[in-house]
């Protein structure tokens, strides 16, 4: 039986058949230009807090549905006014929920103050200009995903060109190997959450951050829930962390977001 990164690999194959690559890319190189993602998750170089990268969030393969019926410009609102660097926003469809036009909306109708990621599962080019043409500022490169040295190296330096952020993904050493091989690789995201069985450890960020060069901005994703598990990993020394499932399912989701981004090591 396929896992389930395969089987929403095999999906995103499917999705990106059906992509004008050239009017996409057209759409891109004459969109606004992105925001600076990585200089708003910086702030601990001034001795500020880690910062928060907020991710917009209604369902997960692992979880099911989280917040269905969430209002998620009301929520995005939310997480800028009350200490988040950045947001997520989660855009496949089938497995998570998400939109493409939720994130156009927040560069365009419903404006985010705040730098946006395109979370997804990038595997080709024609999705990298379809980021950029909806208003991504950043996006998420998953190491997991990209076995093929040169395809992984040729999509970063392609977001790069368009003068998006990268979110390089990795969660063993292997790939963490892999990710710092990346020209002008800048932003890592250590996953606490190991892919083939879902199972979720913080230990997995404070075991990887040591073997990341100063210079690089490090991220620790999955299972961050408790001002204690922010304060941890501010120990480990991580940079930034991206939180979505703890935001969504918060009773005070305001009271939630502030918890989670006022802690420094």
Do not use: W
Request: hydrophobic share 50%; proline share 5%; net charge negative.
């Amino acid at each position: 039986m396929p896992n389930i990164l395969e089987k929403i690999l095999a999906q995103k194959k499917v999705e990106i058949a059906a992509l004008d690559v050239v009017a996409l890319r057209r759409a891109a190189e004459s969109a606004p230009a992105p925001r600076d993602f990585l200089a708003a998750l910086n702030r601990r170089r001034n001795g500020l807090p880690v910062a928060l990268i907020a991710e917009l969030k209604r369902a997960s393969p692992s979880k099911g549905l989280l917040a269905p019926h969430l209002d998620l410009f009301q929520v995005a609102e939310l997480y800028a006014d009350n200490g988040a660097a950045a947001i997520s926003v989660l855009t496949d469809e089938k497995f998570f929920l998400g939109s493409l036009d939720t994130l156009r909306a927040l560069r365009t109708t419903h404006p985010a103050p705040v730098p946006l990621l395109r979370k997804d599962f990038i595997i080709d080019e024609a999705q990298i200009y379809e980021a950029r043409a909806n208003g991504a500022d950043a996006i998420l490169l998953i190491a997991a995903a990209l076995t093929d040295d040169a395809h992984f190296a040729a999509l970063h330096a392609c977001a790069l060109n368009l003068g998006l952020t990268v979110l390089v993904e990795v969660h063993d050493e292997a790939e963490t190997e892999r990710a710092l091989r990346l020209a002008d690789v800048r932003l890592i995201g250590i996953n606490n959450r190991n892919l083939a069985t879902f199972e979720v450890s913080l230990a997995t960020s404070e075991r990887l951050r040591p073997l990341i060069p100063a210079g690089i901005t490090v991220v620790a994703e999955s299972g961050i829930f408790t001002a204690a598990d922010v304060a941890r990993l501010a120990t480990a020394q991580v940079d930034a962390i991206l939180v979505g499932e703890a935001l969504v399912t918060a009773p005070d989701i305001a009271a939630k977001v502030r918890e989670l981004s006022k802690h420094r090591s």
